[in-house]
């Protein structure tokens, strides 16, 4: 029962302070999804998950979305103690993803990513034909949020230190190939670094230029072309270093198929 609040004029009245609304809790995934996050396992032990993460799916859920990889993942691992993500990917950007199942690993993987000891590395198409003598982008980048709400990064003399190294895996008549080992993990690092370059992504809504977007659609894209295609880990409790990699997927190889033939 509701309580009834009765006010004369004249009476002070004390209201209740109103209970701040707490964002629903994510959902599990549905069986169809579950199966696609099963079989996108590339390596596991009982220390670390990697994920081939499809495009489109988000790492967790949140900000108007239900659920995400690392719910995916605690239902498919019930009995799971813990399940942590060591790092994120953009929703749209597919490739290995790390998953912690013990807290000292997620540290230990932490550690390498401060000091450098993990070596990550993406496939990107870039627009236009990047110079061969360019092999690095060093720009500080700065995390802005705009009026809308969206964040944005940016190149900004008071960003974070961030360094790109950049190599070329194949030319094409309007776009390059190429293969990207990020040295610090900024958000929206490559793409922004690329851009800054003078070659953004294909089809990077954000901060892509919208002409190339079209041609590279007419090309049968239709995401963002940016995928973590490997990775090279040590791994301390087996005292070895882990070499991870995720083919690219079907939708990317057709659009390099077409870039071929244009």
Not at 63 to 80: F, H, K, W
Request: proline share 6%; glycine share 8%.
């Amino acid at each position: 029962i509701k309580p009834t609040y009765r006010v004369q004029a004249g009476d002070t009245v004390r209201v209740p302070p109103l209970q701040k609304a707490e964002a629903p809790a994510p959902t599990q995934p549905h069986a169809g999804v579950l199966a696609q996050l099963k079989d996108s396992i590339v390596y596991e032990d009982k220390y670390l998950l990697v994920v081939n993460k499809p495009s489109g799916m988000a790492v967790h859920g949140g900000s108007g979305l239900n659920y995400g990889v690392i719910e995916g993942l605690r239902a498919l691992y019930p009995n799971a103690p813990y399940l942590e993500l060591v790092h994120r990917l953009d929703r749209e950007t597919s490739g290995c993803l790390m998953v912690a199942k013990r807290a000292s690993m997620l540290r230990r993987l932490h550690e390498q990513l401060r000091e450098g000891g993990m070596k990550k590395q993406y496939l990107a198409l870039v627009q236009g034909c990047w110079p061969n003598k360019m092999h690095h982008v060093i720009a500080p980048l700065k995390k802005n949020t705009v009026q809308s709400g969206e964040r944005m990064v940016r190149v900004a003399d008071d960003g974070k230190p961030a360094r790109s190294e950049f190599a070329i895996e194949q030319h094409f008549r309007n776009a390059t190939l190429m293969r990207v080992h990020p040295l610090t993990g900024r958000t929206h690092q490559i793409r922004v670094h690329a851009t800054h370059a003078g070659h953004p992504l294909a089809g990077d809504e954000k901060y892509g230029d919208e002409r190339f977007n079209q041609q590279m659609r007419a090309m049968g894209l239709k995401r963002l072309f940016l995928h973590a295609a490997a990775l090279d880990i040590y791994l301390p409790d087996n005292d070895y270093r882990l070499q991870v990699s995720a083919p690219l997927p079907e939708a990317l190889t057709t659009v390099l198929k077409n870039l071929e033939k244009d």
